[in-house]
């Protein structure tokens, strides 16, 4: 399983884009990106995942460099409610998902 | 999306007694789940992964016969704490997953032993 490093805390203003960072260096080529986020006593709740090329949907965008190296996850207007600790995991199918520490994103009114 | 109900939410129990935590995949078939523990202000850990049918593959350091899971159909899997402690005391999350989706988690179970 590859190992995955972000930043341990982030903060963004309300309504601003939240761009977290992860990065992936050696994650293999058949390991998609996972994005997930985890709000307070609550399960982990899927994000966006990618392979390399970079992907879109209703909650966020998922940018993945060329060499799929690292990746960043873009909350295009963040929300008080998008506050939550955000985990990025390099697996697939198959694959056990293993979660590092996250980064902690507090949005600020 | 894909849906996985986990119960009970939150359960109390005293020491020595086992309680079980179900989780089920509502609108797809999870040929793996997988179940996590997570401490305060820590990240998840794998406890163990499930296939239908299969013996749980557990973590390194993870007891077994103290952990028992089930993994009986393709949208059931059950994890037994037996004989709880209070060290035991967590937060209990199990996800499930299939070829066309990705890992897709339950809401968590707050497992108290008094």
């Known amino acids: 399983d590859a190992k995955t490093t972000q930043p341990p805390s982030m903060d963004c203003a309300e309504g601003r884009a939240a761009n977290l960072p992860c990065n992936h260096s050696?994650?293999?080529?058949?390991?998609?990106v996972y994005w997930y986020r985890q709000i307070h006593s609550q399960g982990p709740q899927y994000i966006i995942h990618?392979?390399?090329n970079n992907e879109t949907n209703e909650m966020a965008s998922l940018i993945i460099t060329e060499d799929r190296k690292s990746s960043t996850l873009i909350l295009p207007h963040a929300t008080l409610r998008d506050t939550a600790v955000y985990y990025c995991?390099?697996?697939?199918?198959?694959?056990?998902?293993?979660f590092g520490p996250g980064t902690r994103l507090s949005v600020l009114p | 999306g894909a849906v996985v109900s986990q119960h009970p939410s939150r359960v109390i129990c005293k020491s020595g007694t086992s309680v079980k935590i179900e989780c089920r995949s509502l609108d797809f078939q999870a040929t793996t789940m997988f179940w996590y523990r997570q401490f305060p202000k820590q990240s998840l850990m794998l406890m163990a992964t499930?296939?239908?049918?299969?013996?749980?593959?557990?973590e390194q350091g993870v007891e077994k016969d103290k952990f028992l899971i089930n993994h009986a159909s393709l949208t059931l899997s059950t994890l037994t704490v037996t004989s709880a402690h209070p060290e035991d005391s967590s937060f209990y999350i199990c996800?499930?997953?299939?070829?066309?989706?990705?890992?897709?988690f339950g809401n968590g179970t707050r497992l108290t032993v008094t």
């Open positions: 499930s296939n239908e049918g299969s013996k749980a593959t557990y």
């Open positions: 996800a499930g997953e299939n070829y066309n989706s990705p890992l897709h």
């Open positions: 995991i390099a697996g697939g199918y198959g694959q056990n998902f293993v």
């Open positions: 050696t994650i293999s080529g058949n390991e998609y």
């Open positions: 990618g392979l390399k």
